[in-house]
């Protein structure tokens, strides 16, 4: 496993032996990329999906940080989130590694096929169940309480958050968490047969929000900084952990890496190529 996380992992990218990467992509440069052993799994934390000073969720350079993945063989990514809490169970500051995301609507972004020609990508199931036990064990290992399933709900290409219209909506279609930015972060993964794993933290919930009307904005903003903080730190506690008791994992054989194997790979991606 060569693995790829997106976090601004603050404590380990300090750890003894890691070293900052520094790479120029076709897609331009990626420069905060902080790699190393990290309980004896080879680890490449892209150190936020932004460049710099934050953009919108379309801006996100998605292109080259994956492309900056392919020249470090990455084969595995956790991804990390910053995400709003959709259904009852959820409040701020919980932890949720989600099982499944839902992504109605998307970026135009695609990554040229290193095979020569395009087929989609196989996407069942969706998260990768070796990542997702990895981060399961490392939350227990760490004492970290975590909501182990949800639905991720992708709401991409506006530069506001949901209405409450769209949240209630997101809620009866089983949603568990909302976010802008996993989404195509996780397909371009996916056309790269890589494993895929997320995890994250709520900064708010839906139904606290429909009760807050009279909050002080900073006091939602301070509590919200504050979850992200907790949030990462955490991410990093677990994330450790779980790399820390790898070998409890058993054979890392997954139904994620049958998929870019198996016999029928390229169904689905044939039907529109040949009968249309
Ligand atoms: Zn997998």
Request: net charge negative; aromatic share 8%; glycine share 10%.
């Amino acid at each position: 496993m060569k693995l790829g996380v997106v976090l601004r992992a603050e404590r380990l990218i300090r750890g003894e032996g890691i070293q900052r990467t520094r790479l120029v992509t076709p897609y331009g440069p990626v420069d905060r990329i902080f790699s190393g052993d990290v309980h004896g799994t080879e680890t490449h934390f892209l150190y936020g999906r932004f460049p710099g000073q934050r953009t919108p969720s379309w801006e996100i350079p998605y292109e080259a940080n994956q492309s900056a993945f392919d020249a470090l063989g990455v084969d595995h990514i956790i991804g990390t989130f910053v995400v709003g809490g959709v259904d009852k169970e959820v409040r701020g500051g919980d932890l949720i590694i989600p099982h499944d995301l839902v992504s109605l609507a998307g970026p135009r972004a695609s990554l040229p096929p290193l095979s020569g020609r395009f087929s989609n990508a196989h996407v069942i199931p969706s998260f990768c169940p070796v990542l997702r036990r990895l981060l399961i064990r490392g939350a227990e290992e760490a004492g970290i309480r975590v909501h182990q399933s949800g639905v991720y709900f992708s709401f991409y290409g506006f530069a506001r958050i949901e209405t409450l219209a769209e949240l209630e909506l997101m809620e009866r279609l089983g949603a568990r968490l909302v976010g802008q930015t996993m989404d195509p972060e996780f397909t371009l993964a996916r056309q790269r047969h890589r494993h895929y794993a997320a995890i994250a933290v709520a900064i708010d919930s839906y139904h606290d929000m429909k009760n807050e009307t009279e909050t002080d904005p900073e006091v939602f903003r301070a509590r919200s900084r504050q979850a992200i903080a907790d949030g990462r730190r955490q991410f990093e506690e677990i994330i450790e952990a779980g790399l820390a008791t790898r070998g409890a994992d058993g054979p890392e054989d997954c139904a994620c890496a049958q998929v870019a194997k198996g016999r029928h790979r390229d169904m689905f991606a044939s039907f529109p190529e040949d009968l249309l």
